[in-house]
């Protein structure tokens, strides 16, 4: 762990189960040791006496009192016009004043995205920022970008999301040069839609220096085909969903067949190391959070369905990417981009 002290701006008001889940995330790190304080934003009067009921939390914690909050069904567009003040904007702020390093909220997708974006504004050179899942593979965990930040993305994006995916993927997985996969419906050179194959053209270029294997398909993301597999956030987030609700249905499967018989679940008791691990394997917490990335700042978004747990292992990620160094080699590998693609340096500066 870093020995200096990493400051994390907490929306204590974004999610589901807010504030009580965000609260009990932040205990559980409290209990761990790493060397961090928080900047919780939120109601002080629901939030003080959970803090005065753990004082390993309230030690290295300061409550931001606002008693508005973003609500979890709010349009994008209402979000922004009523967010200032909010304890989402808040959170974001303080990464904008240099007061915190990160900023995590499990609250509403859309309204955390534009807000980001209308607070820490965009990376130069980058048009849309990416969310950015850890996804568990046969050979470790992949970066999947986007799962969700925006519906469509064009070829240029596409390839700002392969930059962007390879440079998260060597900070927070240790990859020194992460192969890269487009999502495709076949790994044929003449499938997929134009978006696809033109940013497959452009990854090609040597000149960036990015490790581009070619297409992936849908099985190939588990199987760890690629560091990073790229994709348009409406496919990617389709995906997520389907394979957290495999996992849990497999999880159920093996619950059922360990329970249906005196015998099964005699098996079940000999063998229950393996199968404590195996569930750990599956359960969707122990990769919760994603990253937007292409922003002037660091933002995490947990689900907003977590639990304490889940939302621990978001906090614990914001605390690996506050100490990485990934955005400088963002702005490194966007500036090999737009110098090997003429017509895109010509749009960063207009």
Not at 256 to 263: D, G, I, P, Q
Not at 264 to 279: D, E, I, M, P, R
Not at 325 to 331: I, L, R, S
Request: aromatic share 4%.
């Amino acid at each position: 762990m870093a020995s200096e002290t990493l400051v994390i701006s907490i929306d204590a008001m974004g999610g589901d189960h807010a504030p009580d889940s965000v609260l009990e995330g932040l205990s559980l790190i409290a209990k761990q040791g790493f060397s961090v304080r928080f900047l919780v934003h939120g109601d002080e009067a629901l939030i003080a006496p959970y803090m005065d009921a753990h004082p390993k939390l309230k030690e290295i914690s300061e409550v931001c009192h606002t008693d508005k909050h973003v609500a979890m069904d709010a349009k994008p567009s209402q979000a922004l016009r009523a967010g200032k003040g909010t304890s989402m904007w808040n959170a974001l702020q303080s990464v904008k004043s240099k007061d915190a390093a990160v900023a995590v909220s499990a609250g509403n997708t859309g309204a955390l995205m534009a807000m980001s974006k209308l607070v820490l504004r965009m990376v130069p050179g980058v048009h849309r920022p990416a969310l950015a899942a850890s996804w568990p593979t046969q050979k470790g965990a992949a970066i999947v970008l986007d799962v969700g930040a925006n519906i469509e993305a064009d070829a240029e994006q596409l390839v700002e999301f392969a930059i962007m995916g390879a440079a998260y993927s060597r900070a927070i997985h240790g990859k020194d040069n992460p192969s890269i996969g487009l999502l495709n419906i076949g790994s044929e050179d003449l499938k997929g839609i134009d978006s696809v194959r033109g940013a497959a053209d452009m990854l090609k270029d040597n000149e960036m220096g990015l490790n581009y294997i070619g297409f992936v398909e849908g099985n190939d993301i588990s199987l760890g085909t690629s560091d990073v597999v790229v994709t348009d956030g409406y496919t990617g987030n389709i995906a997520l969903k389907t394979a957290e609700g495999t996992a849990k249905l497999v999880s159920g499967f093996v619950k059922e067949a360990l329970t249906s018989s005196l015998l099964s679940k005699l098996g079940a008791l000999l063998a229950s190391s393996g199968l404590k691990a195996l569930k750990n394997r599956l359960d969707p917490r122990s990769v919760n959070g994603g990253v937007f990335l292409g922003l002037n700042g660091i933002v995490l978004k947990s689900h907003g369905s977590a639990d304490a747990e889940g939302f621990a292992t978001t906090v614990r990620l914001a605390y690996s990417v506050g100490n990485s160094t990934f955005h400088q080699d963002v702005e490194a590998s966007l500036s090999r981009f737009q110098a090997s693609n003429p017509e895109v340096q010509e749009k960063v500066d207009s």
